[in-house]
Every structure is written in structure tokens, then in C-alpha cells.
């Protein structure tokens, strides 16, 4: 049966948009989606992001959002690409203490207030933020509202690109709405750790990754597609960053 979401673009939310990795990602994937709005900070990566998408992002500090704001979108998905000096392993490693994660952390606690929440979340991140306290705030609130966690590691390299470059990805489902519902995935709750994630082996072509995640995770199309982007993101992150 084909889902609502299927028939219809994701409106989607791009948070920390830099220069539109994502975005980037989003489109060399063909997923069915238009980005309703994108937020960033500085205006220098706006300038290129609205060179690169003819887009300007909204231009302002993400703290200040609040769930009025984020329900004024009505956005079936939500990508976040949240700063990652406060849990990089050549960093301090302070995590929700340092000020550059103050941010996130107040998007995580404006997710009980939302009246319309994502379908979908899309977090990414260094390797060190799956050991975080942020990353044990980021699963205790999305379990909390019905989000189903699933989590990786993954490199390039495992999709056949010469280059190393390991990062944390997490996709969450909201079982509490119909699009995320009709995913029809299991709950599986995420246990804090790097020997908990799967880090899949490769190189994986993409049919091989496909075929991979069809058969271990039960995914459905429209999620199926964010992974396989996931190769373009990441030539998008190391190629425009
Ligand atoms: C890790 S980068 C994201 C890169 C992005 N995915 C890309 O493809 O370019 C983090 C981004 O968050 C932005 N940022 C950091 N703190 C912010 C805040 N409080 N509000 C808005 N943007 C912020 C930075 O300017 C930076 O562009």
C-alpha cells in the first residue's frame, strides 16, 4: 500500500545547515522532499548556501526557536547536523557542559512541547557523541515521545570511496504519527556505547547496502533512500567542507 508519504515531498527542516551537505544529500538521492526551511548561524555558510540552493537560511541563533516556531513548519522531517567540537575525540570532550551544545540540547526539550512533530529525525555527528551525555539526553527525550533509535558508524570507505572518515548517524521514526507509524519498524532501544552500534563492514555497493539493510533492519522505501544518500552526503560533507 502506498503511504501518505510516498505521495507526497517530506517537508523538511535542515538545522545547522552550513553550506547544505544535507540538503546536497537530499537531492543527489532523490528522495522525495523539499527543504521548508534551514537554519544556520553563521552568514558566511548562508552566503554559500544560497549560492548553492538559491535559498538564503534563516539567520539567527537555533536557541532561540521555540515549539510555536517549529510547529509553524509542520515538517514531516527534521535534519540535524549539530556542532561536534563538544564531543570530538581531539576536543576537551565536555559535552551538554560545553556552550556549543547548549543549542541542540534545547531543541531535544522543545520535542515534548511540539504539536506537530517530525515523522523523522536525522542526526549526524562525530565519532565520541554516541559515548556523550548529550547522545544519552538525545535518546532518553525521543524514546520518551515515541521515537524509534537506530544508529550507525559509517565511512566512506564502506561505500567504496578511498577515505577514511567515521561518523555517528541516527535515524529516528515517530511511531505516534501516521507517516511514522505506517514504517511499521520495531522499537529498538539504543544502548549507550561504541560496541552497541552496528558498524557495518564494507565496501558495500549500493545495491549490496540495500539489499543489507532491507534484510536486517525491514526498512521501507522512503527510509531506504536516506541511507543510500548517505553516500552523497558523505561526498557532499568531505568535498564542500
Ligand atoms: C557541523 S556544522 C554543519 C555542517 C552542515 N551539515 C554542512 O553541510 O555544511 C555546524 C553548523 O552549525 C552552525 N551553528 C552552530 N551553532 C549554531 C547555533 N546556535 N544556531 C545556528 N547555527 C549554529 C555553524 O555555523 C555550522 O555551520
Known sequence: MESEVSRNPWRVLEFYSGIGGLRYSLLKAAVNATV??????NDVANDVYQHNFGHRPFQGNIQTLNAADLDSYN???WLL???CQPYTRQGLQKGSSDARASSFLKILELVPQLLQPPSYLFVENVVGFETSDT?????DILEKNNFVTQEFILSPLQFGLPYSRPRYYCLDLNGATE????????RQKCKPGTQS???FC???GKKGMQEFLKAK???RDELLSLYVSLKHFLVAVFAMQ
Not at 135 to 139: E, G, K, N, P, S
Not at 179 to 186: F, Q, V
Open 36 to 41: 521548508v526551511e534551514a537554519f544556520d548561524i
Open 75 to 77: 515538517a514531516d522531517a
Open 81 to 83: 547536523s549539530p556542532p
Open 135 to 139: 547522545h544519552a539526553i538525545l535518546v
Open 179 to 186: 507517516a511514522g507509524s505506517s514504517m511499521g519498524w520495531e
Open 197 to 199: 552500534l552496528p558498524l
Open 202 to 204: 564494507g565496501p558495500f
Open 217 to 219: 533492519l525491514n526498512l
